[in-house]
C-alpha cells in the first residue's frame, strides 16, 4: 500500500513542509475522511466524545485544526465554571504561602508532642494539614477536569506537554505553594504561543527558580549587602556554597538543546554563572522573580560561542533567547513534539516540517504544531493508532468516550494518580515520560481493566455517566456489541476484540448487566490503550 | 533518546528463535515456556536478591554507631546514641563500632556471621538532592541523567537463563521503581492477594477469559506482552495459594507496610514462583528535625526495619542460604547535629547485607574517621566506597553474574574488594 507521501508526491504534490494541506478525501488513500476525522482527534484531544467525530467530518479536517489552533476564538464555559468552584483558583500564592507556613507548624508541634510516631500520621485530624493537602489534589483535578470537559482540547494537550517539559515538582518544599501559579500564569498562557516567551517565563518562575535551585544560586564569593541573614522566605534556607548548576544543566539538557545538542561542562558552568542573582524574594503577593545583583557574577562568560559580560539580568535574557533559536533546540523540541504527536520515534521528516516552521517563524508554537500535523508522515497509516495512552490520556479518553463528567469530588484526578501519572508529582526534571516502555508494565495493565471495568459499572468514583447515552439498551448482544464498537472504539474494533466480547456476553442475561460487561471490555481492549 | 534496551517484543529463549520462522507467535513460546517450568520445586534452589531502599538519606551514623571516634559525642550533643554499656547505649559490634539498639533483634544475626555492615559508602556524584541522588544509585549511573533503566533491571536482561517465569524481579509497591525498570520484564505489586481483576470470582473469571482472549489476538508489542506477563502473573498467583505459606519458624512480622512487603517476598520465595530480585522501600528518614538518639523518630524507623529483617531471616530460615538481603540508601546526614536537633544532607552512609554466602560478623569498608579533615566538604561522613562496588560484589558473589560492565556502565571498581560475599 503506498504511503501517504508517496502518494501525495506521485500526485504531483509535493510534500513542502508546512505548505500541504490536509488530505481531502478524494486524495486520501482507501481510508475514509472518517476515518482521517478520528486519527486526527484521538491526535489532537484527549479523545472523541459522542458525536466529536461527526461534527469533524462535517466541518472539514482543515477547519477544525485552524479551530484548536486557536483556542483564543472559542468558549469554554464548561470546563471555566468547573475549575472556578476550587478554592485554589481564588488563592494567591501569598495565601498559599501562609497555610503551608501553618501546616508545618502543624507538623513540627506534633512531632515535638509525639516523636515515635511515625511520620505523617493523621494529617488529616489537623486543619491546617488538611486544607495544605486539599490544594494539592485540587490542582490535579483541575488539569484532569479541563482535559475532560474543555472545548480547547489543542490547547489542553499542548498544556500537558509543556508541563512536563518544563516539569516542576509539587511536593518540593516551597514549590508546594509556587505551583499553582506556575501552570496558572507561566504554562498555561504560553502553551502556543512563542517558545522564547514560555522559555523565559519558566527561567523566571519561582517555581523553576526553587525547583532546580537557582534560587540559592551566587557568585563564588558574593556576600549579600550588609552580609545580612537572608530573609526566611526570601530563598530557601541553606548556606549558599556558590555556584549552583543545576538549573543551568537542565536548562540545556532537558529544556533547549538536548543531550546531544553539543554543549560542554564548561557552557554549563557558564552558562549557571550568568543566572547568578535570578532569585526570588517575597513580595506583598507571595514569592515573586527578583534579580540579585550582589550575586551576580561579574566576569566575562563564552556560552555556545557568544560572549556575555557585564549584562547584569540582561545576560540570562539574551542566553535564553539565542539558546531559543539554536538549531539544536529545534531539533530536540519538535522531536519531542512529534513523539507526542506522531509517534514514540519521531520520523525525520516529521521534525524536518516543524524545525522549518519554527524557522520561518521564530518559534512560533502553533505553527510548529500546524507544520506537524500537516505533515505527510502525521497522516501515514503506520503511524496510526500507534500510540498509547498514558494514564492521564487513558482515564480521560475514557470518561469522554462515554460522555462522562467528573463529579465534585477530587476522585478522578486519585484515579489517574493511582494509574501512575500523579500530575505534577513527577520528581525528576524530565517529566513524565513520552514513551510506551514507560507505561506499559502488567501491573499498570492489570490497573487500566480494573478501571475500565469499574467505570462501566458506574463504580469508579469520580465519575458519572449515563449508559443510556452510549449504547441504547438492546435484547440484541450484536446491537450492543455494534454500537460500543462506534461509540468507544470509532468502528476500530478488530475481529479478535468484537469476537471476545460477543464470547462473554452470550450467556449474560441481565441486560444491564451485559452492557456493563460490553462498555467495561471495550476500555479496556488492546484498541483502546491506543491513540 | 535511544536507551539501547532490548527489544521486549522478541520474549523467547535462544532454542526457540528457530520457530519464529515458522511463523509461530512468540507469545504462543513464552505460554509454552512458562508451562514447562512450572514443575514443582523447579525454581527451589534459585538465588534471590532482596533490595530494601531506605528513601530520605538514613543517617548511617546512627545506624552503625562509631562509638570508639569522639568527634561523635563532641558534634552531637543532643542525638548521639550513647556509649555500649550506658543506658540506651549502642551495642557493641567489634569495640569501634556499634549497632542502634533498636536494631537489636539484627544482632543475634551479626553474631552468627550471616549479618554484615559498611560503612562510609555511597556515591560518587556530590549532588544532596533526594531526587538525584535516588535515581543515580536506581540508575548505577551516578551523574548520568539520560539513563532510563535501572542496574538491577541490567542484571535481569543480561543474566538470560532464567527467563520464564514473570516473576524473576518483583517490586512490592504501586509503581515499578527506576531500579527494575528496563528492558526485562518486572512487577509492581502493590498486594499479591489483590494482584488481578477485581469482583466476584465469576465475574473476575469471565473478564480475565475476555481480557485474554482480546489480548492475544493483538499485534505483538508492549502491551500485548506486557498484559501476557500480568495474566501469567495472576494465575500463577492463583494456583500458587499464596494465602497458604504463613510466616515459618514463629517469625512475626510488622504490621507496617514494610513488615508487609517483606512478608509478600518472602511468600514469593517459598512459593517457588522463579523470583531472583525483590524491591521494597521504606519512607521516612530525613530527619531534619528532632532525630531522637536511642529513641525517637529515627529509632522509631529503625525498629520497624529491623522487625522486617529479622522476621523475614526467621520465616524463611534455611533458605536464606540462597538469598541475600541488602539495604542501601542515596546518601547520609551530617556529622553535626543542626539546629534543630536533626541533621541535614550528608554524604557517605551505612548499608546492611544480610543472609546468602555473606561474610557477616564485621564492618566492612574503609572507616574514613569523623576528624574535620578527613569529611566530604568539611561536613559529612567521606565515601572510601562506591556503592557499584559493594553491588558488583553482590551480584557477581551471590547471583553469578558474569558481565558488570553492562550494568553499571563506565565503571570499574579500583582498589581492593570489600570481601563481603565468600
Avoid at chain 1, 311 to 328: N, T, V
Avoid at chain 2, 207 to 236: H, I, K
Amino acid at each position: 500500500m503506498p504511503s501517504t507521501r508517496a502518494l501525495l508526491i506521485a500526485l504531483g504534490i509535493a510534500a513542502i513542509p508546512g505548505l500541504a494541506a490536509l488530505p481531502a478525501p478524494a486524495r486520501a488513500q482507501a481510508q475514509s475522511s472518517r476515518d482521517s476525522a478520528v486519527h486526527l482527534v484521538r491526535r489532537i484531544t484527549f479523545g472523541p466524545r459522542p458525536g466529536d467525530v461527526d461534527r469533524v467530518v462535517a466541518m472539514g479536517l482543515d477547519a477544525y485544526l485552524e479551530e484548536q489552533l486557536h483556542p483564543e476564538r472559542l468558549r469554554d464555559t464548561a470546563a471555566e465554571h468547573y475549575v472556578d468552584r476550587l478554592a485554589i483558583m481564588h488563592r494567591s500564592t501569598a495565601d498559599l504561602a501562609r497555610i503551608y507556613a501553618a501546616e508545618q507548624q502543624a507538623r513540627l508541634a506534633q512531632r515535638r508532642m509525639a516523636p515515635d510516631s511515625a511520620r505523617g500520621a493523621a494529617p488529616d485530624r489537623d486543619p491546617a494539614r488538611a486544607e495544605a493537602r486539599r490544594y494539592a489534589g485540587e490542582l490535579q483535578q483541575a488539569a484532569v477536569a479541563r482535559a475532560v470537559l474543555s472545548d480547547r482540547q489543542l490547547d489542553e494537550v499542548m498544556v500537558d506537554f509543556w508541563t512536563n517539559h518544563f516539569n516542576v515538582f509539587l511536593a518540593k518544599g516551597l514549590d508546594r505553594v509556587l505551583t499553582p501559579d506556575y501552570i496558572e500564569r507561566t504554562i498555561r498562557p504560553h502553551a502556543l504561543g512563542r517558545f522564547a516567551d514560555l522559555l523565559v517565563a519558566t527561567a523566571r518562575s519561582p517555581a523553576m527558580l526553587f525547583y532546580l535551585d537557582n534560587a540559592q544560586s551566587v557568585a563564588a564569593g558574593a556576600r549579600p549587602p550588609g552580609a545580612a541573614r537572608r530573609r526566611p522566605g526570601a530563598a530557601p534556607p541553606r548556606r549558599s556554597q556558590g555556584i549552583n548548576e543545576n538549573y543551568a544543566r537542565e536548562l540545556l539538557e532537558l529544556h533547549t538543546l538536548g543531550v546531544d545538542g553539543g554543549y560542554t561542562q564548561q557552557d554549563v558552568i557558564n552558562v549557571a554563572r550568568i543566572f547568578t542573582g535570578w532569585s526570588i524574594r517575597r513580595g506583598p503577593l507571595g514569592p515573586v522573580f527578583t534579580f540579585n545583583a550582589w550575586a551576580h557574577d561579574r566576569g566575562t562568560k563564552v556560552v555556545l560561542g557568544q560572549e556575555y559580560h557585564e549584562g547584569g539580568e540582561r545576560e540570562g535574557l539574551d542566553l535564553l533567547r539565542a539558546l531559543a533559536r539554536h538549531p539544536p533546540t529545534m531539533r530536540h523540541v519538535s522531536a519531542k513534539l512529534c513523539a507526542r504527536f506522531v509517534s514514540d520515534d519521531p520520523p525525520d521528516g516529521c521534525i524536518d516540517a516543524a524545525v522549518h516552521a519554527w524557522e520561518q517563524t521564530d518559534g512560533d508554537i502553533r505553527a510548529v504544531v500546524r507544520a506537524i500535523i500537516r505533515s505527510p508522515e502525521f497522516w501515514a497509516p503506520e503511524h496510526r493508532a500507534a500510540k498509547l495512552k498514558t494514564p492521564l490520556e487513558f482515564v480521560v479518553s475514557a470518561v469522554r468516550a462515554v460522555g462522562g463528567r467528573p463529579d465534585t469530588t477530587l476522585a478522578l484526578a486519585q484515579i489517574v494518580g493511582r494509574l501512575g501519572e500523579p500530575l505534577y508529582l513527577q520528581s525528576a526534571p524530565t517529566g513524565y515520560a513520552e514513551r510506551a516502555d514507560a507505561w506499559a508494565n502488567s501491573g499498570a495493565l492489570l490497573q487500566r481493566f480494573n478501571t475500565a471495568v469499574a467505570l462501566a459499572a458506574g463504580r469508579l468514583p469520580g465519575v458519572q455517566f449515563d449508559p443510556d447515552a452510549v449504547i441504547p439498551s438492546s435484547d440484541d448482544r450484536d446491537t450492543m456489541i455494534a454500537a460500543a464498537n462506534r461509540a468507544i472504539l470509532e468502528g476500530t474494533a478488530s475481529g479478535t476484540t468484537l469476537d471476545a466480547i460477543r464470547r462473554q456476553v452470550t450467556d449474560v442475561y441481565d441486560l444491564a448487566a451485559a452492557r456493563t460487561l460490553v462498555i467495561g471490555l471495550a476500555l479496556g481492549s488492546p484498541e483502546f490503550q491506543r491513540r | 533518546m535511544s536507551c539501547g534496551c532490548m527489544d521486549r517484543r522478541v520474549f523467547v529463549r535462544a532454542g526457540a528463535l528457530a520457530l519464529l520462522s515458522l511463523g509461530l507467535d512468540p507469545i504462543f513460546l513464552t505460554r509454552a515456556a512458562y508451562a514447562a517450568r512450572r514443575a514443582p520445586g523447579a525454581n527451589a534452589g534459585r538465588k534471590v536478591l532482596i533490595c530494601v531502599f531506605q528513601r530520605g538519606a538514613v543517617d548511617g551514623l546512627s545506624v552503625i554507631v562509631p562509638h570508639g571516634d569522639p568527634h561523635y559525642y563532641w558534634e552531637r550533643a543532643r542525638i548521639a546514641v550513647p556509649r555500649p554499656g550506658r543506658e540506651g547505649g549502642a551495642l557493641d559490634l567489634d569495640g569501634h563500632f556499634g549497632l542502634h539498639p533498636a536494631l537489636a533483634p539484627l544482632l543475634p544475626l551479626y553474631r552468627a556471621g550471616t549479618l554484615a555492615a559498611v560503612h562510609a559508602v555511597g556515591s560518587p556524584d556530590p549532588t544532596r538532592s533526594h531526587f538525584d541522588a535516588q535515581d543515580y544509585m536506581e540508575s548505577g549511573t551516578p551523574g548520568r541523567r539520560s539513563t532510563p533503566d535501572g542496574w538491577l533491571n541490567r542484571h535481569l536482561a543480561h543474566a538470560a537463563e532464567h527467563r520464564d517465569t514473570p516473576f524473576r524481579g518483583v517490586a512490592i509497591g504501586p509503581q515499578l521503581p527506576l531500579a527494575l525498570r528496563g528492558a526485562a520484564p518486572a512487577l509492581a505489586v502493590d498486594n499479591l492477594q489483590a494482584f488481578g481483576l477485581r469482583g466476584r470470582p465469576a465475574v473476575r473469571d469471565r473478564l480475565e477469559r475476555a481480557f485474554e482472549e482480546m489480548y492475544q489476538g493483538a499485534a505483538t508489542g508492549l502491551v500485548a506482552t506486557s498484559s501476557e506477563e500480568a495474566f501469567e502473573a495472576v494465575r500463577q498467583l492463583r494456583a500458587a495459594d499464596l494465602a497458604g505459606f504463613e510466616p515459618s519458624h514463629g517469625a512475626l512480622y510488622p504490621r507496617s507496610p514494610f513488615g508487609q512487603a517483606m512478608r509478600q517476598l518472602a511468600q514469593v520465595i517459598k512459593a517457588d514462583l522463579g523470583l531472583e530480585i525483590g524491591f521494597a522501600d521504606l519512607a521516612g528518614w530525613d530527619t531534619h528535625v528532632n532525630q531522637g538518639a536511642s529513641d525517637g523518630q529515627l529509632a522509631a524507623r529503625l525498629r520497624d526495619l529491623a522487625g522486617g529483617l529479622a522476621a523475614f531471616a526467621t520465616d524463611l530460615g534455611e533458605r536464606m542460604a540462597d538469598v541475600v538481603v541488602l539495604t542501601m540508601s542515596e546518601f547520609g546526614r551530617t556529622v553535626a547535629e543542626n539546629g534543630n536537633a536533626g541533621t541535614d544532607h550528608g554524604h557517605g552512609t551505612a548499608m546492611l547485607v544480610l543472609g546468602g554466602p555473606t561474610r557477616g560478623g564485621r564492618v566492612l569498608g574503609r572507616w574514613p574517621t569523623l576528624d574535620p579533615a578527613a569529611r566530604f566538604e568539611g561536613r559529612d561522613l567521606a565515601v572510601t566506597t562506591d556503592f557499584r562496588s559493594l553491588f558488583g560484589e553482590i551480584l557477581v558473589g551471590h547471583l553469578g553474574a558474569a558481565d558488570l560492565g553492562a550494568v553499571f556502565p563506565g565503571y570499574s571498581a579500583a582498589g581492593t574488594p570489600l570481601g563481603v560475599t565468600g
